[in-house]
């Protein structure tokens, strides 16, 4: 059973950057689909960024390309999410969230995502 910890949200200036951190624990799988949603109040949960376990693909969002980053650390079991330039449109709660590698399905698609972290609140203002 996987489980996913976020941290790093807060409240940051426009212009501004945040690190968002993701630890997993209980992987059974050799490679994974890890990904970086976002969810404002009102809104659907979109996808923002996309890395697989074994780091050959990235994916981002067009809203945040050129400004987020996301990288992972294997030894540690972490992705992390590097987000620069803010924009007060950025603001919402994000969530990790991880899915078998050969699972089937559009990397920025929620619904296609076994296991959720509690999410990190990250505020632009």
């Known amino acids: 059973h996987v489980q996913l910890v976020e941290s790093g949200g807060g409240s940051v200036q426009a212009g501004g950057s945040l690190r968002l951190s993701c630890a997993a624990s209980?992987?059974?799988?050799?490679?994974?689909?890890m990904g970086w949603f976002r969810q404002a109040p009102g809104k659907e949960r979109e996808g923002v960024a996309q890395?697989?376990?074994?780091?050959?693909?990235?994916n981002y969002a067009d809203s945040v390309k050129g400004r987020f980053t996301i990288s992972q650390d294997n030894n540690k079991n972490t992705v992390y999410l590097v987000m620069s330039n803010l924009k007060p449109e950025d603001t919402a709660m994000y969530y990790c969230?991880?899915?078998?590698?050969?699972?089937?399905?559009?990397?920025?698609?929620?619904?296609?995502?076994?296991?959720w972290g509690q999410g990190t609140q990250v505020t632009v203002s």
């Open positions: 209980g992987y059974t799988y050799s490679s994974y689909c």
């Open positions: 969230a991880a899915r078998p590698a050969r699972k089937m399905g559009w990397v920025f698609d929620p619904s296609t995502y076994n296991y």
């Open positions: 890395i697989y376990t074994d780091g050959s693909v990235t």
